[in-house]
């Protein structure tokens, strides 16, 4: 998976692979093996090039910061993916969406069930990718047509979680 991240205003591209026992990363061309382990809620106790990093994670409403030791970062992180597919339906509000995976990940639980009533940007399923867990949300106001993830699964980028109509 692709991402593209910009810390203090500095713009990067992070790709991210799951390895067997680790993440290899690309920073910006340069390939780095990442440990990770969730020590606790929003914190993350990373192995690099066998140096520990802790890293929090901060964020409010509108900005997002890690926290690296003492030092305090902005982030936005953005899926190039998630946002060519969010652009493409922008303003298209009939007939059945599909809600989709945005990373590969496990499916945590589900928020809603079928037949549940929705809002638009509501929660409908959680997903962990690298130990962090993202709350698909549905992309328009409407009723659970149809929930095709089930805690404990493995789903992969683009993969349907859902059919909200």
Excluded at 54 to 80: C, F, I, N
Excluded at 89 to 113: F, I, N
Aim: with cysteine.
């Amino acid at each position: 998976m692709t991402y593209e991240v910009t810390v203090d205003g500095k713009p990067h591209r992070l790709e991210i692979e799951k390895a067997e026992d680790a993440w290899m990363c690309r920073l910006d061309g340069q390939e780095i093996r990442v440990d990770a382990i969730l020590a606790r809620r929003d914190v993350l106790s990373l192995l690099v090039d066998g140096r520990s990093y802790e890293v929090k994670r901060e964020q409010t409403a509108t900005d997002l910061h890690l926290w690296v030791g003492s030092t305090r970062y902005g982030v936005e992180v953005r899926d190039p993916r998630s946002l060519r597919s969010r652009r493409d339906g922008a303003g298209d509000e009939k007939g059945p969406k599909k809600v989709v995976a945005s990373m590969p990940g496990r499916v945590v639980r589900l928020l809603v069930g079928e037949g549940a009533e929705v809002e638009a940007g509501q929660g409908i399923v959680v997903v962990e990718a690298m130990k962090m867990q993202n709350e698909i949300k549905s992309p328009k106001k409407g009723v659970v047509q149809k929930l095709m993830a089930t805690p404990g699964a493995t789903v992969n980028a683009g993969d349907v979680l859902a059919i909200v109509e």
